[in-house]
């Protein structure tokens, strides 16, 4: 917002004064600029500089600040502070973002959407960096790159051309599940108020008596789900490109603020050995018939941030911030991201200091104590004297063994195992949600999002029928009205294609 004050005087970075903002220092009227023209430099040079790498994944996305507030009592389940007692608020910011778009793309795209939390409690932060599905298009991070690569630019033309994706799913059926979901109408949601959040992986709990459960996040908004028509996104391409970010601000300004009603399931810890379903597999979910939602309390969001740059592009979400009594788990694509996010922000945000960039301070931790050190861009006084190592007899600080998170148990013969890969495991529960979840009119729109995607001229290839062909016999696979409509759709044999 334009402030309306008495203007200050214009300073360099360093403070001194500026006579004048509109004429370079030039040698007479009509001769060249001078390099004492410091001014001139440190404003060129300081704009040179003004991009950081955006995000690889989730460019473009907007965020706030807001409260969550428990509302059921869990604290059986977890020991975490944020937990502890019914009212109990915490602090907390939001990013809602796509996918594979760039920083300046639109938020109207087909794309999952990113659904990122960062908790500011006494404990230290929680981030739980999840998405609007439950579900992923992949269960093992070695293949994160490769599918991501899939939704990015051709690398030859720098065109986005479909046949890149569907190639890619055609050959990996355990992605089915969640394209289902990218091309029905939850594919396109009107903006972030009016869609789940989930944190997608198997996550843990564990209380004070060193119980440990396994936890999956759902976050149901109270605004309602209210999606784009791919004919409606596709104008609102056009029309507000920012459509989403808009809608989210613009609530917030106005004091309605969106809420979701964070719910959780629960499995106890030994039933993961014999559950039906493999728990930490990312591609599929868990019936809510055997676990069903328990609530647990309201996220509001409240506050808008007052500057994009340093408290949206600047916020660091990552997997790796944990706190008491919540854990990780072994889904393979969870144990990855601890690593990466945080090793991405390193990268993005200049180094290892990161951290005290403000809206990534654990600034509700009751005590904040490293040994860390020096690095690019310390600007927290760097431990000032105190001694920076340990142990140490200097009473420094030390661990609290009163934190340490029950032992797993874990054994196996090192190897790169592959997940059961049968047809039940690939069909099973997309064919559910086409059976069950979908109805005449959201099965009507997925046939239609994904006809519209496989023969869209943006496919961009001379002879797509190879991988029409090949994703045909997965949808047949799924259901074999399914595979019909798109068969029909896509003006193909539907004998031929439903042949193996
Ligand atoms: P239920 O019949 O108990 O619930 C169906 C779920 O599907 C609800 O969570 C509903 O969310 C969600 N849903 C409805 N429409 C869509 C859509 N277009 N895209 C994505 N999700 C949608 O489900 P079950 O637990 O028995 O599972 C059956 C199938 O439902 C699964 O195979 C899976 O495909 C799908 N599903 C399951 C979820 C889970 O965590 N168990 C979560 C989401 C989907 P809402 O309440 O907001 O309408």
Known sequence: MADTKKPST??????????????SVTAGSRGPILMQDYHLIEKMAHFNRERVPERVVHAKGYGGYGTFTVTQDISKLSCASLFSKVGKKTEMFARFSTVGGESGSADTARDPRGFAMKFYTEDGNWDLVGNNTPIFFIRDPLKFSDFIRTQKRDPGTHLKPHWRRWDYWSLSPEALHQVMFLYSDRGTPVSARFMDGFGSHTYSFWNDKGERHWIKFHFKTQQGIKNFSDADAAKMTGDDPDFSTRD???AIDKGDFPKWTMFIQVMPEAEADTYKIHPFDLTKVWPHADYPLQEVGVMELNRN???????VEQASFEPSNMVPGIGFSPDKVLQNRILSYADAHRYRLGGANYHQIPVNQAKAAKNVATYHRDGTMVVDGNGGGAVDYQPNSFG????DPSVTEP?????????RYEYKCDDEDFYGQPRLFWEKVLDKQGRENLVENIVGSMTNPMMGIADPRPIQERMLKHWYKIHPDFGAAV?????????LAAAE
């Open 487 to 495: 068969a029909k759709g896509i003006g193909m044999d539907t004998k």
């Open 10 to 23: 214009m300073t360099t970075a360093f403070g001194r004064p500026i006579e004048n903002n509109q004429n």
């Open 248 to 250: 989210v601000i613009e």
């Open 407 to 415: 032992p797993l148990r874990i054994s196996g013969d090192a190897a």
């Open 396 to 399: 420094g600080p030390v661990p």
């Open 305 to 311: 941030v007052e500057n994009y740059f340093a408290e």
